[in-house]
């Protein structure tokens, strides 16, 4: 190895993480609708689903203003037209009896969420996290339900909640993301088949962590999940995702809204690890399309929403979890690692909406571009004309792995306010052969040396990822950057 | 313990060392002293296997090993330590969490369980508190905004946990005060026993003043002009190495 140049001798380290673990499929049979988008579809969801009127109008309201707006093609991200036709926007395993309860799961989704590390048995799970487990389009279980609601909270899947908790629901849905938000949002408003919600309780804090685990199965298929999670005064949540997905050669839609809200004095920590298929290295064939839109309100004064996430798959992520600081004394934080491998594109960042007086942000996005990937940061911090004594810390770093991969920042910053404070910083490096050699002179394999040198680089990111997950979170990366040295 | 032969290296096609030969015994101090761009940095990245360097010829036995045919790792593993004239910083990775990587490598390499962060604690405690190292070493990241005089004091404390058969000090005292140079070359002189070889690379006679060589060799323009006891380090003082390597063309 020793007369290797330096991108060769890396390029080598990085071949063996090619094998992507969680591309397997199910063989269950399903229930999808054809393929191809109408006001009939919208329609055959919500009476799949047995919604009440109001969810349809929403349905349909927000389905007339998606055909109103064009793509958006802003971002950083070269992406062959989508054809909104060519996917079924809806499909669920087939079972016998009614999905939903723990005790009614197939064997085969039981058995794919245990080869995934999720089992849904109860006493399997590490006893401090419940799970809401979505299969394409329908959350199949959720665990540890009865033990969270003892405490007062509310933990199911949406559909479940339009049926059991409507007012919720109803005031709720939309407040954060209104359905003609974007292009996305218009599309997920119209067509999301399930995903989970949380409502805590004022002066609550959950016995457990909470999860939610997304799982695309069926090819052809896209998943349109939504998220709710009302936080009342003076509680806290803390909240965790995880995603991934067969492998297969065409792309699939993956287009999310979660939504956050957080009264007085109430915090909510929301972190995901992203792991869908990225597409094949080499050609780019493939891979999950993923177009999320994340936002939460602090509504309440003083209260807190903290995102942190660690982008590792996909083919494209387009996504920007943002917070709307309207509560005065309301903080934002944003944490994120990005990592782009093989062909995989991401556009990223945040979003910071100063309303109220002496909110503060936190910014700190991590981008690391390895191969032929693109990797670009996005992010806005406005302050408005209230938001006195406002202050926003950004500090954006991206590393870069080999000559042929692209970092970019699109900082942008509106000021209103003269009393806000806006600070921003940005570095770019590539990662430093000096620091991998120095290691390996004190007996450090490579492969573990550029593990080390990613995971310092992630470090302040990690942190902030609940204990067991941070763990997870840095043996994800060190496989999809290390060769497993046999 | 080190066998250097005819070693010829060239960085980006400039060639570099023109002929190295020297051999160091188990239990000595070599001083190879030479003024800027005479090749220094070059042997000792050379002997620890800097992917930069190519090799044009010459043979390094280490321990009776091919040296040349072991990655840089390996050369670590066996025993072979570099201290950095400028050590590298490594943000975020946490210095003890590092030390301990870089111990268990080595057992690993010598076929001995790896140790948990509790019981490595123990092991580095007391070398810190051989070295008078103060607890705050200990979670910064590597180096990671340390002074000059922290990042060589954390070379030793390196040094100290991986316990090397043979340590090429680079240029060990530059940039350090009087105080800083005294606290380090006592911690160098505290971990030689007779089973260890030391190579010190150095521009200026002072450091010898605290760790005493057995031999100093002269290096000028890729070669070993001059070999001698501790005594050629005086006469470089007095000479100058202009003057010196002038005497050994002649």
Redesign the interface.
Known sequence: ??????ET?LMDALDARREYKYGFTTDIESDSFAKGLSEDVVRAISAKKEEPDWLLQFRLDAYRKWTQMPQPDWAQLKIEPIDFNAISYYSSPKSKKKLGSLEDVPQEIRETFDKLGIPLEEQKRISNVAVDAVFDSVSVATTHKRRLLEAGVIFCSISEAVREYPELVKKYLGSVVPPGDNFYAALNSAVFSDGSFVYVPPNTIPPMELSTYFRINTEGTGQFERTLIICAEKSQVSYIEGCTAPQFDTNQLHAAIVELVAMDDASIKYSTVQNWYPGDPETGKGGIYNFVVKRGKCAGKNSKISWTQIETGSAITWKYPSCILQGDGSVGEFYSVALTTGRQQADTGTKMIHIGKNTRSLIIAKGIAADRSSNAYRGLVKMTPGASGARNYTQCDSLLIGGRSSAHTFPYIEGGNPTAQVEHEASTSKI????L??????????E?AIS??I??????VFNHLPMEFSVEARKLLSLKLENSVA | MLEIKGLQVALNGTQILKGVSLTVGRGEIHSVMGPNGSGKSTLSKALAGHPSLEIISGSILFDGKNLLEMTPEERARAGLFLGYQYPVEIPGLGNSEFLRMAYNAKRIAEGKEELDAMEFEDILDEKMGLLGMDGKFRERGVNEGFSGGEKKKNEILQMAVLDPKLAILDEIDSGLDIDALRVVAEGVNSLMTKDKSLILITHYQRLLDYIRPDYVHVLSDGRIVKSGGPELAHSLEVEGYDGLAAGAVR
């Open positions: 190895m020793k007369d290797d140049n330096v001798g430093n052969e000096e620091q050699f120095y290691l390996q002179q004190r007996g450090v394999s490579r573990q080390a040198v995971n310092g680089f992630c470090k302040e």
